[in-house]
């Protein structure tokens, strides 16, 4: 069964810092992976997506790196803003009959201006 | 992109009451949909998968008779607490996907539950 974990659980950042949130995954066998940002009782806002074949996808400020074989995944942010503070998920999208996200726990960003 | 609503979007109700919830597919067909719950400070939890004109398939430990889920058209899923519990309060996402797009889902704003 997938299981997939992010680290660390909560972060908090001055304002202007590059950071780096981390997600991993147990089972490799994965169509895609996902980078979500969920803002506190809001639902899921997508932010990059990550195709097996591909090993980094980039969206302004962000970047987001795979590496399948060992099981991770890492999101990359720039310059970051107060208005970056979320929570923010890695989800999987594994392969095999299942066909099904697994999501990572999340990391709690605070970015303090 | 593709649209998923959800109504309500905030719910208070009673103990022992029942709630239902909608999830709909604005501009596509949603030949499956999710449902997923979200306790505080934690991380979605997939309950049920439903494909549209079967029943639902339910995750491990999700009682089946107590979160009734409908999926009659290929734009509209409802999720049913029947006999709510405050244990029940969370929040609660549902997602679609389509047959043409099977590797990606589309996320519902969440309805927020609150049983007193």
């Known amino acids: 069964k997938q299981e997939v974990t992010q680290i660390p659980a909560a972060l908090s950042v001055p304002e202007g810092e590059n950071l780096v949130l981390n997600c991993s995954f147990t089972?490799?066998?994965?169509?895609?992976l996902q980078w979500f940002r969920q803002d506190p009782g809001k639902g899921l806002t997508s932010l990059l997506l990550?195709?097996?074949?591909?090993r980094e996808q980039t969206s302004g400020r962000l970047n987001a790196s795979l590496d399948k074989s060992s099981g991770r995944s890492t999101l990359y942010i720039a310059a970051s803003q107060p208005g970056d503070s979320a929570t923010y998920l890695c989800?999987?999208?594994?392969?095999?009959?299942?066909?099904?996200?697994?999501f990572g726990s999340g990391t709690q960003l605070t970015v303090l201006p | 992109g593709a649209v998923v609503s959800q109504h309500p979007s905030r719910v208070i109700c009673k103990s022992g009451t029942s709630v239902k919830i909608e999830c709909r597919s604005l501009?596509?067909?949603?030949?499956?949909m999710f449902w997923y719950r979200q306790f505080p400070k934690q991380s979605l939890m997939l309950m049920a998968t439903?494909?549209?004109?079967?029943?639902?398939?339910?995750e491990q430990g999700v009682e089946k008779d107590k979160f009734l889920i409908n999926h009659a058209s290929l734009t509209l899923s409802t999720l049913t607490v029947t006999s709510a519990h405050p244990e029940d309060s969370s929040f609660y996402i549902c997602?679609?996907?389509?047959?043409?797009?099977?590797?990606?889902?589309?996320f519902g704003p969440g309805t927020r539950l609150l049983v007193l």
């Open positions: 997602s679609a996907r389509s047959e043409g797009t099977w590797e990606t889902q589309y």
């Open positions: 990550i195709q097996s074949s591909q």
């Open positions: 089972d490799s066998a994965i169509y895609n």
């Open positions: 439903s494909n549209e004109g079967s029943k639902a398939t339910y």
């Open positions: 501009d596509f067909q949603a030949t499956t």
């Open positions: 989800a999987v999208f594994s392969s095999g009959s299942a066909r099904q996200l697994t």
